[in-house]
């Protein structure tokens, strides 16, 4: 069973950079690719990046293209993610996932989240 658990989030400036973090536990942890989500109040969990754990290929909504980077580390089991020009409508509960397998499209193993705040 795979364990997820992000950290790094904290009230930033409109402008500022912020880097989240997501590591991973359990012995069963080798996924096909890792992803970044987020949620705002009120509205559904919307896909932020993405990368393919072996090989790292990058994939990113369109939202953020430019200004945020997802990047891994394998021996650590961690995934980050790397927002800069931070905007107030980038606010929100950011989750990382795992998709286990090619086969499966969808990401699981879901963390509790890291709340980034972004206001003056």
């Known amino acids: 069973q795979v364990q997820l658990v992000e950290s790094g989030g904290g009230w930033v400036q409109p402008g500022d950079s912020l880097t989240i973090s997501c590591t991973a536990s359990?012995?069963?942890?080798?996924?096909?690719?890792m992803g970044w989500f987020r949620q705002a109040p009120g509205k559904e969990r919307e896909y932020v990046a993405s990368i393919t754990w072996i090989g790292g290929s990058t994939y990113y909504a369109d939202f953020v293209k430019g200004r945020f980077m997802i990047s891994k580390d394998n021996a650590k089991r961690t995934l980050y993610l790397q927002m800069n020009r931070l905007r107030p409508d980038d606010s929100a509960v950011y989750y990382c996932g795992q998709r286990p397998t090619v086969e499966v499209n969808a990401f699981d193993s879901w963390g509790p989240g890291t709340q980034v705040t972004v206001s003056s």
């Open positions: 359990g012995s069963t942890f080798s996924p096909f690719r």
